[in-house]
């Protein structure tokens, strides 16, 4: 099973960045994806789920309205459009998979690496 991240860098506070997960080695389109962060120093805090048909998205309250989640089932792979983006948004971020969205927010059942993204004042 894999989980490649990738789309992480430096951004100024209020940019834009998009962060792509492919999957690979399990079934994909039935298994919810999502992203969690992590700052140093910090516990891994869930930020975005999405349901495997994409009906159902699930997002924690600091990111609501500014962090937007998606996936192209045909690619095998799940994306975070964030905007706004704030220092505070600074952490490596990590995708997860799990059967559905509750499950993922608890213990997800796979995990990728992450991709740091760095958001300056």
């Known amino acids: 099973v894999q989980l490649q991240a990738s789309g992480g860098g430096l951004v100024q506070a209020g940019g834009s960045m998009r962060l792509s997960c492919v999957a690979a080695?399990?079934?994909?389109?039935?298994?919810?994806m999502g992203w969690f962060r992590q700052a140093p120093g910090k516990e891994r805090d869930f930020v975005a789920a999405?349901?495997?048909?994409?009906?159902?998205?699930v997002y924690a309250d600091s990111v609501k309205g500014r962090f937007t989640i998606s996936r192209d089932n045909a690619k095998n792979t799940v994306y975070l459009q964030m905007n706004s983006l704030k220092p505070e948004d600074t952490a490596a971020y990590y995708c997860a998979a799990a059967s559905d969205t509750s499950v993922l927010r608890s213990t997800p059942t796979y995990w990728g690496q992450g991709t740091q993204v760095t958001v300056s004042s």
């Open positions: 999405i349901s495997w048909s994409g009906s159902t998205t």
């Open positions: 080695g399990f079934t994909y389109s039935r298994r919810a």
